[in-house]
């Protein structure tokens, strides 16, 4: 059997919304991460890529028409490298990953960069196109920056709710206090201060041309539970989800180097990939959905909780997390996200599932051996995850 391998992954720092990566368009972010990729690895010849998988959640700005293939022709990459663009909202750039292990498992490639962007500050504002010419009335715009937009009105109501609802159900399912996750979300901000501090991350991330921001923009290392404390419900006037135990809106771009044990690079591997899962639940608790897709994961892998030394799970809420980790009473919380995570670092949706399997793979390294989990939840009530291997 041909087995698939992370040889390498990088990632931009992750900007705040509006702020330092604001002015630079999606196409421009990936291109960034594919010349920072092949720069680290100069004796990939480029013409040897097999192909290009970019994740977006988006596409309706800068980032339609495939963005893959347009930051492939950004970054100065030979036409004839192909791209392609996938779409699992906040889990696109992991099923990018999820597709290039597949396709050089089949044997169809040796060598894929796969991964994902998104500018959340960048989506632009969408107008429906009326029914007939020239009507009279006014016109409405709907941001696509985040959430349900021109639903099917046959879509059942208690499915289309905003996301932070759906982690107050989640929070009254399984008995989640507003303490626990502003608990929850200051320890995310000291463990990823730290690790920043400390170097981790160093290895990780190739700066954007023409910004300063050398690391994520999110991190506040001064967030404690009695300053998030006074953070007042956004969804609910007596719920538990503010805006300090919530991922913020981010801009950035991931992408990790997958290949077969003949890939035409001199790199070692990092780590194989050996178990990958994808499952769904209702809408309306899809915070939820990872549980599944990591159970299917690890079965796939012949591994269980016992096997895992650690878990890269993406803090889309702190509730969601939390929940999670009531589904999985076999999992020690504390190796969960060592090194910080999303409601830190920041969740720019399609770049979300790279920086995560990126990261675990790294830490792999670090460590020498073990296993790893990367699991992200995913809007309209998936998961995925993927088990990696050293």
């Given at each position: 059997?041909?087995a698939s391998?992370?040889y390498d992954?990088?990632?931009?720092p992750f900007?705040?919304?509006?702020k330092s990566?604001?002015?630079?368009?999606?196409?421009?972010?990936f291109a960034t991460?594919?010349?920072?990729a092949?720069?680290?690895?100069p004796?990939v010849?480029?013409a040897?890529?097999?192909?290009v998988?970019?994740?977006?959640a988006?596409q309706?700005g800068?980032?339609n028409?495939?963005?893959a293939r347009?930051?492939?022709?950004?970054a100065?990459?030979p036409?004839?490298v192909?791209g392609?663009?996938?779409n699992?909202l906040?889990g696109s750039?992991?099923?990018?990953?999820?597709d290039a292990?597949?396709?050089?498992e089949?044997?169809?490639?040796?060598?894929?960069?796969?991964g994902?962007?998104e500018?959340?500050s960048?989506?632009?504002?969408?107008?429906?196109?009326?029914d007939r010419s020239?009507?009279?009335g006014?016109?409405?715009?709907h941001s696509t920056?985040?959430?349900w937009?021109?639903?099917?009105?046959?879509?059942?109501?208690e499915?289309?709710?905003s996301l932070?609802?759906?982690?107050?159900?989640?929070?009254?399912?399984?008995a989640?206090?507003r303490q626990e996750?502003?608990a929850?979300?200051?320890d995310s901000?000291r463990?990823a201060d730290a690790?920043w501090?400390a170097?981790?991350?160093?290895?990780?991330?190739?700066?954007?041309?023409?910004?300063?921001?050398?690391?994520?923009e999110?991190?506040?290392?001064?967030?404690?539970?009695?300053v998030?404390?006074?953070?007042t419900p956004?969804f609910?006037?007596?719920?538990?989800?503010t805006a300090?135990?919530?991922?913020?809106?981010?801009d950035g771009?991931?992408?990790?180097?997958?290949?077969?044990?003949?890939?035409?690079?001199?790199?070692?591997?990092?780590a194989?990939?050996?178990?990958?899962?994808?499952?769904a639940?209702a809408p309306d608790?899809?915070?939820i959905g990872p549980?599944?897709?990591?159970?299917?994961?690890?079965?796939?892998?012949?591994?269980?909780w016992a096997?895992?030394?650690?878990?890269?799970?993406?803090?889309?809420f702190?509730?969601q997390?939390?929940a999670?980790?009531?589904?999985?009473?076999?999992l020690?919380p504390?190796s969960?996200?060592?090194h910080?995570?999303a409601?830190?670092m920041?969740h720019?949706?399609?770049a979300?599932?790279?920086?995560?399997?990126g990261h675990?793979?790294?830490?792999l390294a670090?460590?020498?051996?073990?296993?790893?989990?990367?699991?992200i939840?995913?809007?309209?009530?998936?998961?995925?995850?993927?088990v990696?291997?050293?």
């Open positions: 059997m041909i391998f992370v992954a990088v990632r931009t900007g705040r919304f509006g990566l604001a002015g630079v368009r999606p196409d421009d972010l991460v594919l010349r920072g092949l720069a680290r690895h004796d010849d480029p040897r890529i097999d192909d998988v970019a994740g977006a988006n309706a800068e980032d028409r495939d963005v347009m930051a492939v022709l950004l100065g990459l036409t004839s192909p392609v663009t996938v699992r906040c750039s992991l099923q990018a990953v999820i292990s597949r396709a050089i089949a044997g169809d490639s040796h060598l894929v960069l796969a994902g962007v500018s959340m960048r989506a632009p504002w969408v107008m429906q196109k009326p020239f009507p009279a006014d016109a409405t715009l920056t985040l959430g937009r021109l639903v099917n009105p046959r879509m059942p109501k499915w289309t709710i932070g609802e759906s982690n107050e159900i989640l929070a009254e399912r399984y989640i206090t996750q502003d929850f979300a200051a901000h463990k690790a501090s170097g981790v991350y160093d290895g990780e991330i190739v700066q954007v041309p023409g910004v300063d921001l050398e690391r994520d999110g991190i506040r290392p001064d967030s404690t539970v009695d998030l404390a006074q953070l956004v609910r006037a007596d719920g538990s989800i300090g135990n919530a991922s913020p809106l981010n771009a991931s992408l990790v180097i997958v290949g077969s044990e003949d890939a035409p690079l001199e790199a070692e591997p990092l194989r990939i050996i178990g990958r899962g994808a499952a639940v608790v899809f915070g549980v599944e897709a990591v159970n299917h994961a690890l079965e796939n892998a012949g591994k269980t096997d895992v030394d650690f878990v890269e799970l993406n803090e889309a702190a509730a997390s939390l999670c980790l009531r589904l999985w009473p076999e020690d504390e969960v996200n060592i910080g995570g409601i830190a920041g720019p949706l399609g979300s599932g790279g920086r995560i399997i675990a793979a790294h830490e670090r460590r020498g051996k073990g296993v790893a989990v990367a699991a939840c995913i809007g309209v009530g998936q998961g995925l995850a993927v990696l291997e050293r």
